[in-house]
């Protein structure tokens, strides 16, 4: 039995979730929220049990000094010994990596030559691995990429169309993200519905959460994915535009004086539910809002359907038809009217038979919501990513990384 720790570190941020592996039995989870503040909050769950604090967490140092001694103090482990590998998501991997890596210098080397693909994220993961490098130095790290499972597009699915030289000197291209869960998904529907056997299935997973990205999956590996070069791109998300017209920044640039910076921004943090409906980020409040008649809320709804389907038709053709339809994140596994909004654009064509009542019935766990004639199955499958980010810590260990 090995402990292993997986870490997702943003930039205020530091969720952690402790497994014992191989059972994946989970020891606790939590998060450090606010970093950077006197009144940062430290959260941590332990079987039935739950702390919740309020201190100052001036950075991610001290962050993982009150996860490891919260570890000890609440007997979750006796000693920092135990912890055999500490797992890092990392969103962007660029071209160098296609499946999870060793946390040593070349890849430290290469997450920092990548923070200008992702300058929100890649600093933020890189201070976390060195404040657990500090408190676990016996510990092995591992780096689990966001964008590793998309590497096996072929250059059709992910080259943009400008000059090819900026394709290539600035390895300017789609790359995708949300990796590790799609991966999860895929294996997990491979698994269960498809008696374990890859080869031959046809798979759309849609992940759809305050971030949402679809990807297409043949024989368990992605063939095209929604995100482009960041996770701005795709469908329409909670702030974040997804794909636009690239003219659309030029012209509201021009008419609004705003500088390219401004803009980028009020895509990323501005737009998506939050800009059309002007009530929320969450779809449980705008929701609420076009149930009580408010035009913009519906329309907001519509819209995130409408692309979301546009993109499952795109990949039932890339795919050459599709065995199964996976809903999963936030909305796709709690929201029994999006996904039947989403299923209602698509269903005809596809020759979908889906199951209403039984989607109205499933909020957060797995089931099929299709019926037994339905031309493709329809399921809901929760996520775990961070249980993947523990199997290739365990491989770690085991030396099989
Ligand atoms: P995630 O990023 O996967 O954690 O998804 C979080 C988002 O899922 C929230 O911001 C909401 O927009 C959405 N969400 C969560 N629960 C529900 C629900 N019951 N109904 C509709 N949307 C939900």
Redesign the pocket.
């Known amino acids: 039995m090995y402990k292993v720790m997986a870490v997702n570190a943003g930039s205020s941020s530091l969720k952690y979730k402790l497994y014992e592996m191989p059972e994946e039995k989970v020891l606790c989870s939590g998060n450090c929220e606010r970093i950077g503040h006197e009144d940062g909050i430290f959260g941590l769950k332990y079987g039935d049990k739950k702390v919740r604090e309020i201190l100052p967490i001036l950075d991610h140092a001290k962050g993982v000094e009150l996860v490891i001694d919260a570890l000890i103090k609440y007997g979750i482990i006796e000693s920092l010994e135990e912890i055999k590998c500490v797992g890092h998501r990392v969103v962007q991997g660029g071209k160098y990596f296609s499946k999870s890596a060793e946390f040593n210098e070349d890849t430290e080397k290469k997450v920092t030559e990548l923070i200008p693909l992702d300058p929100l994220h890649a600093p933020a993961h890189l201070t976390g691995f060195h404040a657990f490098k500090e408190a676990l130095p016996h510990a092995d790290a591992i780096a689990v990429f966001d964008t590793a499972y998309h590497q096996s597009m072929e250059p059709e699915d992910y080259v943009y169309p400008i000059p090819y030289e900026m394709s290539e000197k600035y390895d300017c291209r789609r790359y995708g993200a949300h990796g590790t869960s799609h991966n999860y998904l895929a294996d997990k529907a491979i698994a269960d519905y498809f008696g374990g056997k890859a080869e031959g299935t046809r798979i759309i997973t849609c ?5 949402s990205s679809l990807a297409a999956i043949k024989d368990g590996k992605c063939v095209a994915t929604s995100m482009g070069l960041t996770p701005l791109g795709g469908v329409m998300m ?1 702030t974040r535009t997804g794909d636009l017209d690239p003219s659309v920044m030029d012209y509201l640039c021009t008419c609004t004086g705003k500088s390219v910076d401004e803009m980028y921004d009020i895509f990323n943090k501005k737009s998506g ?1 939050l800009g059309v409906s002007g009530v ?8 609420e809002a076009a149930n009580q008649g408010n035009e913009r809320a519906k329309l907001a709804i519509k819209l995130f359907a409408r692309t979301v389907a546009n993109f499952i038709a795109q990949y039932y053709v890339r795919l050459g038809g599709a065995d199964m339809i996976i809903f ?8 029994d ?2 996904r039947a909004a989403i299923l209602k654009n698509v269903e005809e064509a596809l020759g979908l038979s889906v199951d209403y009542e039984a989607n109205k019935g499933i ?1 957060g766990t797995q089931g099929l919501i299709s019926k037994k004639d339905s031309k493709i199955m329809v399921s809901v499958i929760p ?1 775990d990513e961070e249980v993947m980010i523990a199997r290739d810590c365990y491989k770690k260990i085991q030396g099989v990384l």
Do not use: K, L, Q
């Open positions: 992940h759809i959460g305050s971030g909670g539910f929320s980020n969450d779809t449980r409040d705008v929701e999963s994140a936030g909305i796709g596994e709690n929201s009217t999006f909020h996520t």
